[in-house]
């Protein structure tokens, strides 16, 4: 009897021990388990933090061109000036040569001459702007009097980025459209799409039209240049100022004008009356003949 006791109380005993073990195992295992999740969930935000860091500096590199593509400054100068001069022809020489020297050119032109009194000319230059302001003054130090001087600037850099972006968004649309139409099988799908194209051809057109002439404004700037003679123009002299010399040959001239002008009057009644003349030279012929032929009889009476 007492053996089956202790027989069962070791069992008991080996029962309990056993489960302990088993509990103490899978709870090893779980912790274990937790631990590798953590890890893995670890790995993976840490993967996914450099694909973010990656995509943030692609994003970068992608955006830092553009920020290199924006162009300087862009402003169009335009200058009036005005001036006069002493010698017209002299100094519109050395203005034309000035336009050579600094690598411009001369884009329009006009003399205009009043009488003796005046000589004024016109003309309109474009100069590289880099020696803008060295035209001008060197202009300025032909001449006798600055009358009139203006500049302007318009600053058009906003205007040909926003071109530049507007070609863009053109060409990404064209390509596009080409894309289309090599894979449009439909008659009517390919002439939708080649119209389309064409009218998005135009449009890039005419952006790049005005994106050069910004382009020809900015880098050549216009001067519009007027130029005056100066003269000095004597007044008349009365006379009552004249000296005896002036006084003589003006009585001379006079009396000159006065006898050409008889000897041509003589001349016109002459000249001009000549039939009649003729006709009472005649006349006093037969009176002379008549007269000396009765002269004549008398004396032989």
Known sequence: MKKVIGLFVFLTLFLLLAACSSSSESKGSKEISDSSTGMDSFENAKQEQSLVSLD????????????????????????????????????????????????????????????????????????????????LHDTEGQAAEVLQRNITGTDVTEEYID???????????????????????????????????????EEIETIQGRMKYLENQTSFSTVHLSLFEKKVIVPNLDDEGLNTWDKTKKQFMQSTNMLLAAISSLFVVIVGNIPILVILAVAAVFIYLFIKKVRKRNDNE
Not at 63 to 87: F, S, T
Not at 171 to 199: C, H, N
């Open 56 to 135: 943030n500096n692609a994003k970068q590199e992608n955006a830092a061109p553009k920020e290199l593509e924006v162009p300087n400054q862009m402003v169009i100068y335009q200058a009036d000036l005005q001036i006069r001069v002493k010698k017209f022809e002299e100094t519109l020489q050395k203005i034309e040569e000035q336009v050579g020297k600094y690598g411009g050119y001369i884009s329009e032109s006009m003399v205009a001459k009043d009488g003796e009194e005046q000589v004024s000319g016109q003309i309109t230059v474009r100069i590289p702007q880099k020696n803008f302001q060295a035209f």
């Open 163 to 201: 071109l530049d972006s507007r070609l863009k968004s053109k060409r990404v649309v064209e390509e596009r459209l080409t894309s289309f139409m090599q894979s449009a099988q439909k008659t009517e799908d390919l002439l939708k799409i080649s119209a389309d194209l064409a009218a998005v051809q």
